[in-house]
């Protein structure tokens, strides 16, 4: 399992990735980011909605009400600074990764 310490910086991108190919509710994020690691990292409750309520205060996604499977769901959609934060976060973690990657022997 990877420590919650090391992956907490980047819980936004693995979110916003994942909205990038379609709007998703809560569990369905959860779900699919266990499926993607292979069980290696599953995020907290808290930690997803905590993310979910920052990216939308911050302008990256938006939410709206939706059903599936007969429940009323709170959905959630990327916009286009979503988008924009996903490539900056993905060119940090490139640069993040060439720094660490010194210290990996």
Do not use: P, Q
Not at 66 to 72: E, I, L, S, W
Not at 75 to 98: D, M, R, V
């Amino acid at each position: 399992m990877i420590s919650s310490d090391i992956i907490r910086g980047y819980t936004d991108t693995m979110i916003l990735f994942i909205l990038s190919e379609e709007d998703s509710y809560g569990y369905e994020i959860s779900k699919r980011i266990r499926d993607i690691t292979e069980d290696s990292y599953v995020m907290k409750e808290t930690t997803l909605y905590s993310a979910l309520t920052r990216l939308e205060k911050n302008g990256s996604i938006t939410s709206y009400s939706g059903m599936h499977d007969g429940r009323k769901r709170t959905y959630y959609s990327i916009t286009e600074a979503g988008k924009s934060c996903y490539c900056e976060k993905c060119s940090e973690w490139e640069l993040t990764k060439k720094v660490i990657d010194n210290f990996i022997k």
